[in-house]
């Protein structure tokens, strides 16, 4: 059993940041890519940032230069500081983390509840 949750979202308004954190619990053997979604009504999910086990990061176009991923894999934990917030992300952020659960288990995805973010004008 593996949960994800997501805290940190909430109302800002326009330049302002944001700091979402996303942590795993339950039992895990290891976590590989973790990451950032956002979805909008009537959109599909989009990929916002995603981090590798290693540290490397990849980032939305829409959103390079302004959000950093990080992970601290002590905590099992990734985060998404975004600054400089526009309203065209406001979305719901899910996050999303890629976990086996024992040593001769394979990966699956695992995704948390999702929470709001709203960028006023």
């Known amino acids: 059993q593996v949960q994800l949750v997501e805290s940190g979202g909430g109302l800002v308004q326009a330049g302002g940041s944001l700091r979402l954190s996303c942590a795993a619990s339950?039992?895990?053997?290891?976590?590989?890519?973790m990451g950032w979604y956002r979805q909008v009504p009537g959109k599909q999910r989009e990929l916002v940032a995603t981090?590798?086990?290693?540290?490397?990061?990849n980032y939305a176009d829409a959103v390079k230069g302004r959000f950093t991923i990080s992970r601290d894999n002590a905590k099992n934990t990734v985060y998404l500081q975004m600054n400089s917030l526009r309203p065209e992300d406001t979305a719901v952020y899910y996050c999303?983390?890629?976990?086996?659960?024992?040593?001769?288990?394979?990966?699956?995805?695992?995704w948390g509840q999702g929470t709001q973010v709203t960028v006023s004008s």
């Open positions: 981090i590798t086990s290693g540290g490397s990061t």
């Open positions: 999303n983390a890629d976990i086996a659960t024992g040593w001769r288990t394979g990966p699956r995805a695992y």
């Open positions: 339950g039992i895990i053997f290891s976590i590989n890519a």
